[in-house]
Nanobody, 126 residues
């Protein structure tokens, strides 16, 4: 059973940067496709980015809405993934979730992910 714990959220101003972290236990992040999703107020959870398992190439994908602003990385030694966010906008305000699944694919659908963290709130406001 993989357990995921996110941290790093908080209130920031537009244009600020923030780094979210997701630490895993019970499994190696390098062997899972790890993803970040977010849930905006009143909206469905949406895909933010993912990094596939090492054994299928560590491919990184991003949603169009965050491309060029968000960067996902994996630290195998610390068994964690990060999401570096820059140039934050009010529309980035959401609860951000870390997710994992052992798959040969690169899913962007939340239904394909098996393990989830509890979420961390990011609020971008002036």
């Amino acid at each position: 059973q993989v357990q995921l714990v996110e941290s790093g959220g908080g209130p920031v101003q537009p244009g600020d940067s923030l780094r979210l972290s997701c630490v895993a236990s019970g499994g190696l992040v390098s062997t899972y496709t790890m993803a970040w999703f977010r849930q905006l107020p009143g909206k469905e959870r949406e895909f933010v980015g993912s990094i596939s398992a090492s054994w299928i190439g560590s491919h990184i994908d991003y949603a169009d809405s965050v491309k060029g602003r968000f960067t996902m990385s994996r630290d195998n030694a610390k068994n964690m993934v990060d999401l570096q966010m820059v140039s934050l906008k009010p529309e980035d305000t959401a609860v951000y979730y870390c997710a994992a699944v052992r798959t040969a694919g690169r899913p962007i659908n939340q239904d394909e992910y098996l393990y989830w963290g509890q979420g961390t709130q990011v609020t971008v406001s002036s």
